[in-house]
């Protein structure tokens, strides 16, 4: 199944049907509109570039005008590539609406994790920090950085303070909840990255939760095929079936 793009509108709580109260995320999914379609035999792999959110003409450069009037559609803010196997059911300037996911499916979603700037340890990496009190000279401050007296080198990849956030983030086995095609939303269990407004792609997911409903329809085998009954081939073929021959004749 291809996904789609889509925007953070912001979360909620809804009731399901048993009465359950759960957090869910709102989200405007589409309609997006394919760009371009990669075939392995002149790019080297299969995927479709979609496009989703109109802007004005005026903000769009001269090469990627010349995409979007190659398509014949309007021009996009957010556009992306998604990855798929069997592109023969695509055609460019085609529409991917909201309705491709059902209630009860699960998702991936990607999205830009909310930039917070240069933080130290404590809030970046959940640092403990030192006494609170008045002498303590050591608060939230580094501490010792130095792996040893006999490695006498700061390790890699040691946590230390940074730029925090602004990062690519998946979550992945989201619920689907509720999809409304009138209005393109999409709402799904939990909490996806990014504030409000913010892009996103969302895929089928890939590892299903065990147990749930949609991981056994993936893992049940499709039923065997009917055998013919005999004498049906008689009805297609429209021919007899040969005598045997008696006992004793050749």
């Not at 499916?105 to 930039?115: E, K, L, P, Q, R």
């Not at 303590?136 to 130095?146: A, C, L, P, T, W």
């Not at 990849?157 to 409304?180: I, Y």
Request: charged share 30%; net charge positive; with cysteine.
């Amino acid at each position: 199944m291809i996904g789609i793009l889509g925007k953070k509108i912001g979360m909620t709580q809804v009731y399901k049907d048993s009465g359950k109260l759960v957090p869910v995320t709102v989200i405007e999914a589409g309609p997006c509109s394919i760009l371009q379609i990669k075939k392995k035999d002149t790019d080297g792999y299969e995927a479709v570039q979609l496009g989703f959110d109109e802007k004005r003409e005026s903000l769009v450069n001269t090469p990627d005008m010349g995409r979007f009037k190659k398509a014949g559609v309007k021009p996009k803010r957010f556009v992306k590539e998604l990855k798929l196997a069997g592109i023969d059911n695509y055609k460019v300037g085609q529409a991917i609406d909201v309705d491709i996911f059902a209630a009860g499916d699960f998702v991936d979603v990607t999205g830009t994790s909310i930039g917070r700037g240069f933080q130290g340890g404590m809030k970046r990496w959940g640092w403990h920090g030192g006494d609170a009190s008045h002498g303590s000279m050591f608060h939230r401050r580094v501490g010792s950085i130095e792996s040893g007296p006999r490695l006498t080198r700061i390790t890699k990849g040691h946590h230390m303070p940074g730029h925090m956030g602004a990062d690519t983030v998946t979550v992945v086995n989201l619920e689907v909840v509720k999809v409304d095609k009138e209005k393109n939303l999409l709402v799904l269990k939990g909490a996806v990255p990014g504030p409000d407004d913010g892009y996103l792609v969302i895929r089928e997911a890939k590892r299903l939760p065990k147990g749930s409903e949609a991981a056994k329809r993936r893992l049940t085998p499709p039923p065997p095929p009917k055998k013919k009954k005999e004498g049906a081939w008689k009805k297609e073929t429209g021919l007899k079936k040969a005598a045997k021959p008696a006992a004793g004749k050749k």
